[in-house]
């Protein structure tokens, strides 16, 4: 069976993103995370792209979350 990664444009809920080092936490709504980074584009694999305003942490090193629902 093929497993589908979900896009921007499938997700529910807004976009959770949390900081693992210093617990910074925002919420970006569906449509704010679709004109940001593409409707196209998985929420797993944006990650990389972040980095924490408070800390500076980055999202490559493995310390930005991001979660949605389906």
């Given at each position: 069976?093929?497993?589908i990664w979900?896009?921007?444009q499938r997700i529910?809920?807004?976009l959770t993103i949390t900081c693992r080092r210093c617990g910074n936490?925002?919420?970006w709504s569906r449509e704010k995370a679709v004109v940001n980074l593409g409707g196209h584009t998985q929420p797993?694999?944006?990650r990389r792209k972040?980095?924490?305003s408070l800390c500076g942490a980055r999202g490559?090193?493995?310390l930005i979350d991001i979660d949605a629902r389906m």
């Amino acid at each position: 069976m093929a497993i589908i990664w979900p896009t921007l444009q499938r997700i529910k809920s807004p976009l959770t993103i949390t900081c693992r080092r210093c617990g910074n936490h925002q919420v970006w709504s569906r449509e704010k995370a679709v004109v940001n980074l593409g409707g196209h584009t998985q929420p797993h694999t944006i990650r990389r792209k972040f980095r924490c305003s408070l800390c500076g942490a980055r999202g490559r090193e493995g310390l930005i979350d991001i979660d949605a629902r389906m």
